[in-house]
C-alpha cells in the first residue's frame, strides 16, 4: 500500500513571493505547531521505510530542480520585458523629439513664408508707389510739354501775324507807288499803244494784199490753162485710188496672216505656231516643230485599264490622222486634278496634231463677242494643216441645258454658235470637252460625244505611283544634281512612300503633285537644305487635314444647293400659274414649232 506523504516546498520556490516568506516565518516564530514536527517524524520514518524512498528523494530533487529553472527563466524574462521597456521609452523619446522637430520645421517654414510675403508685400507696394510716382512725372512732363507747345504755337501765330500785317502794309504801298508812276506816265504809255495797233493793222493789211494776188494770179493761169486742170484731176484721182486700194489690201493680208498665224481670244494655250509665241520663246517653237510622236501616257499615271482605254483612244487618233479621216469627240470628266488636261496635251503630241486650250468660263464675260469668238476659234482651227484637238475645260459653265436654267440671251447664242460649228464629224478638229459636273450638259451637246472616259481618283496603288513619281522628280533628281542646294536625310524611300500613299487616301493627282513641291520648298527653307522624315510627315498631315477640311466645305456646298432646289420646287409647286397672254402663248408655240426635236435615243433633259 503507497505512502502518501507532503514535503513542504523550499524557500523561495512556487508562486510565492518574499512577503509571504516572511509572514509564514513569522508565524513560525511566534506560534509553534508541534504536532507537525510529529507528523513530520512520522512521515521520515515511513520514508525511511519504503523501499521507494531513495526514488521519491531523487524525484523531489528533479522537482526542485525544475522549478529554480522556470523561476531563473521568469526573471530573465523579466529582465528582457525591463529592456524591452527601456528601448520602448527611447523610442517614444525619439518620436516625441521628432516631433518637436517637425513642428519646430513647420513653424520656421510658416516664419520664412510669412517673411517672403511681407517683403513681396513691401516690394509690390514699392513698385506700385514708383508707378505712381513715375505716371506722375510722366504727367507732369506731358503738361510742360503742352504748355511748350502752346507757347511756341502762340509765338508762331504771332509772328505770322505780324509778317501778315507786314507783307499787306508792303504790298499796299508797292501798289500805291505803281498806281502814281502808271497815272504819271498815263499818256506816254496810250501813245505807246495806238503806235503799236497802227502798225500791227498796216503789216497785215499788206500780207492780205499780197496773198490776194498771187492766189488771183496762180488761179487765173491755172483756169486758162486746160491740160494743167487735166492732168491734176488725173493725180488726185490716182492717189485717192491708191490710198484706199492699198489700205483694204493690207486689211486683207492682215486677216488673213491672222487667221492663221494668229491665236484667237477665246484660246489660252495652244502648241500652233503664233508670231508672238515664236518671238517670246524661239528655242521651245523649233523643238515644237521638229519633236516626234512620244508615249501618250508619259508621265500620266492612272488605272491599269484606264490607261489601256486611253492608250487606245491616242492610236486610233494617230491613225485617224494619218489617214485623213473623221475625228471622234471624247468628253473626260471626273474630280478635278485626276490628269485631264495633261492627257489632252499628250494626245494632241502623240497624233501629231495641235492642241488648244479654252475656258468655259470665258465665254460669260464676252457678252455680245461671245458667238463671234466662237467662230473665230473654229475658223482658226480648219486653217491648220495638222489638225487641232480643241480642249474646252469646264465646258459646263457655258453649254448647260437651255430648257432647265434661265441663262442669258448671250450664253444662249455662243451655245448655239458651238452648237452649229460641231453638228457634224470633222477632219481639222477633235473635239475633247472636260467637265467635274457632265450632268449640266444641254442634250444637244450630249448628241456630239462619241465617248465618254471617267478620270477616277487614284487608288493606293495608284496612289504609291504618282508619290514615287513625284519623290524621284521634285527631291532624289535635284538631291542628286551636284550644283543643287536640296539634299536628303538618310531614310527607306520606299517604305516613306508606301507609307505616304496610305494616309493620302482621297487625294488626286495634282494634290499629290504639291505634296512633292512642298518637300523640296520645305528642304530649300532649312538652315541647311536637308529634307528630313519629320518635314514629309508634317507635311503630309498638313495636307490630310487640308484636304478633309476641303471635302467637308464641298459637301455643306452640296447639302445647301440640295437645300436651295428642293424649297424652290416647293415654292414654285405652291404658287399659282402665271397669266399667260394670247400673244405669248402663241410665240411660244412657234417657237416650239420651229425648234428641232430630240432624238429617240436621248431624251430631253
Known amino acids: 500500500m503507497p505512502i502518501h506523504f507532503q514535503v513542504p516546498p523550499p524557500p523561495g520556490a512556487g508562486g510565492s513571493d518574499g512577503d509571504d516568506g516572511k509572514k509564514r516565518n513569522s508565524k513560525m516564530e511566534y506560534s509553534f ?61 525619439a518620436e516625441e523629439r521628432r516631433k518637436t522637430m517637425s513642428e519646430e520645421t513647420k513653424q520656421h517654414q510658416y516664419k520664412a513664408q510669412y517673411d517672403d510675403q511681407l517683403a513681396r508685400k513691401r516690394y509690390e507696394d514699392q513698385l506700385a508707389q514708383q508707378a505712381h510716382m513715375n505716371e506722375e512725372n510722366l504727367r507732369k512732363q506731358e503738361e510742360s510739354v503742352k504748355k511748350q507747345e502752346a507757347m511756341r504755337i502762340a509765338t508762331m501765330e504771332k509772328e505770322a501775324e505780324i509778317r501778315h500785317k507786314h507783307d499787306l502794309m508792303r504790298i499796299e504801298a508797292e501798289m500805291r507807288a505803281r498806281g502814281q508812276v502808271e497815272r504819271e506816265n498815263r499818256d506816254i504809255i496810250k501813245e505807246q499803244i495806238r503806235l503799236r495797233a497802227e502798225e500791227d493793222r498796216k503789216t497785215k493789211i499788206d500780207a492780205i494784199n499780197t496773198y490776194g494776188q498771187v492766189l488771183g494770179t496762180g488761179l487765173s493761169t491755172f483756169l486758162n490753162n486746160w491740160n494743167m486742170i487735166t492732168a491734176f484731176a488725173g493725180g488726185a484721182t490716182l492717189v485717192i485710188g491708191g490710198y484706199y486700194g492699198v489700205k ?35 528655242i521651245q517653237t523649233v523643238k515644237n516643230m521638229i519633236r516626234k510622236p512620244d508615249d501618250p501616257l508619259k508621265g500620266i499615271i492612272l488605272k491599269p485599264s484606264l490607261e489601256e482605254k486611253l492608250r487606245d483612244i491616242a492610236i486610233a487618233t494617230r491613225h485617224t490622222k494619218k489617214n485623213n479621216g473623221y475625228f471622234r469627240n471624247i468628253l473626260m470628266y471626273g474630280p478635278p486634278g485626276t490628269g485631264k488636261t495633261m492627257f489632252a496635251k499628250s494626245l494632241a503630241k502623240h497624233s501629231g496634231m495641235h492642241y488648244a486650250i479654252m475656258t468655259g468660263g470665258d465665254i460669260a464675260p464676252m457678252g455680245k463677242e461671245g458667238v463671234t469668238a466662237m467662230h473665230k ?53 477633235m473635239l475633247v470637252l472636260a467637265s467635274n459636273q457632265p450632268e449640266q450638259f444641254d442634250w444637244a451637246i450630249n448628241d456630239r460625244l462619241d465617248e465618254m472616259v471617267e478620270f477616277e481618283i487614284p487608288t493606293f496603288e495608284e496612289r504609291e505611283r504618282l508619290v514615287r513619281h513625284y519623290f524621284q522628280k521634285f527631291v532624289l533628281d535635284p538631291a542628286t544634281a551636284k550644283s543643287g542646294r536640296l539634299r536628303v536625310a538618310e531614310f527607306d524611300y520606299g517604305k516613306k512612300c508606301q507609307e505616304i500613299a496610305e494616309k493620302t487616301e482621297g487625294l488626286s493627282g495634282r494634290e499629290i503633285s504639291k505634296l512633292a513641291v512642298a518637300w523640296q520648298a520645305k528642304a530649300y527653307a532649312s538652315e541647311k537644305g536637308v529634307l528630313t522624315e519629320e518635314m514629309i510627315d508634317d507635311i503630309v498631315n498638313d495636307s490630310v487635314q487640308q484636304h478633309a477640311k476641303k471635302v467637308a466645305w464641298q459637301h455643306g456646298e452640296v447639302l445647301t444647293d440640295v437645300f436651295y432646289r428642293t424649297s424652290k420646287d416647293r415654292h414654285m409647286s405652291i404658287m399659282p400659274p402665271p397669266q399667260v397672254s394670247k400673244s405669248t402663248l402663241s410665240s411660244s408655240v412657234q417657237e416650239t414649232k420651229q425648234s428641232p426635236s430630240p432624238p429617240q435615243d436621248c431624251p430631253p433633259s
Open 248 to 282: 483694204h489690201s493690207f486689211g486683207l493680208v492682215f486677216r488673213a496672216v491672222e487667221s492663221r498665224l494668229g491665236k484667237p481670244s477665246l484660246v489660252r494655250e495652244t502648241s500652233r505656231f503664233t508670231v508672238g509665241r515664236a518671238f517670246k520663246h524661239p
Open 33 to 93: 505547531d508541534s504536532s507537525a514536527l510529529e507528523r513530520a517524524a512520522k512521515a521520515a520514518k515511513e520514508l525511511e521505510s519504503s523501499k521507494h524512498a531513495k526514488e521519491a528523494l531523487v524525484l523531489i530533487q528533479e522537482q526542485e530542480r525544475t522549478k529554480a529553472l522556470e523561476h531563473q527563466k521568469q526573471i530573465k524574462e523579466y529582465e528582457a520585458h525591463l529592456e524591452q521597456l527601456k528601448i520602448e521609452q527611447v523610442r517614444a523619446v
Open 377 to 429: 476659234v473654229f475658223d482658226w482651227a480648219h486653217t491648220s494643216s495638222k489638225g487641232v484637238v480643241l480642249f474646252v475645260d469646264e465646258a459646263d459653265a457655258f453649254l448647260r441645258k437651255r430648257s432647265v436654267e434661265v441663262i442669258s440671251e448671250d450664253m444662249r447664242a455662243a451655245l448655239n454658235a458651238f452648237l452649229y460649228r460641231t453638228g457634224e464629224q470633222s477632219q481639222k478638229f
